[in-house]
């Protein structure tokens, strides 16, 4: 099966060759993967080099121009080093564009905490009116990335991972989707987090919803589960551990209610692993999570 990360440049290449708006601009990061599509479209694929502010500039001002950008690195090289320029370039020049990321928290453990970004989400909720896709399964990111691609002039970040759900889920109305009932509570399954949860809450009297868009956030696909089940909710993300408590929080502000938010924890793990280790020590396999939901629950 293709990575998330082939998918993007099958698409994309695909669509430079059908929408003369649309612009892509790397940094070297996965640049061989459009070089047949920058031979066809030197004037739309830009390569900047190592210069990651330049990046995000570049695509600031190419949407400025009318273009549909769409600005590709490391999660960490494309939201946390050129912050400032995703805050300034986009939102307060009003302009959009697409961001779209690999390596997600820590797809490449060995290329350090230099290339590992579970803070990504958590800093665009610092920003307005983004909209996060989080796919779980490469035909997800296909899917997602033609809605981004279209979005008019929307500001949307897609995050790609090496990780990845056995089977794709129908992503195309954005909605939180319902794959398990339950009574006990309401565990939220985010990207490609959906198989370990599944695992996870085998047997488990629990209502599992699932997440490919985080943001905006579904407030009433959680408020309606909530109303079938026990007020209590499990966030299950692969970032930042609580990122989206606040948001759920907010979402069932007149509904009292307990909230356990799972996550990448904030410690740095300085052996690097492998990307199932880093799962397994930030307690998102299966086996841990079935002990830390089964406790909340009780």
Known sequence: MDTMRDRFVSVTSKLLDEDHRLAVVLAEITMDGFRPAR???????????????????????????????????????????????????????????????????????????????????????????????????????????????????DKVYVRLTAQSNAAPRPVGDLRFQTVRTGSAGVVLAVGPLLDEVLAATEGLDVTVLYAATVRPFDDAALRAAVGRAAPEVVLVEPYLAGTSAAAAGQALMDVPHRILPLGVGRAELRRYGTMEEHTAAHGLDAASLRQRISGFLG
Request: charged residues 20%; negative net charge; glycine residues 14%.
């Open 39 to 153: 031979q066809r479209h030197p004037d739309r694929v830009i390569n900047v080099g190592i210069r990651e502010q330049l990046l995000v500039g570049v695509g600031g001002g190419l949407a400025l121009t009318g273009l549909r950008p769409v600005v590709h690195t490391f999660a960490s090289f494309l939201v946390e080093r050129p912050f400032e320029q995703v805050k300034l370039d986009f939102g307060h020049q009003g302009t959009g564009g697409v961001l779209v990321s690999a390596a997600a928290s820590y797809d490449w453990p060995a290329g350090g905490f230099t290339h590992m970004a579970p803070g990504d989400v958590a800093l665009l909720d610092t920003l307005d009116g983004w909209t996060v896709h989080t796919p779980g399964h490469p035909d997800e990111a296909e899917e997602l990335l033609r809605h981004a691609y279209a979005a008019g002039d």
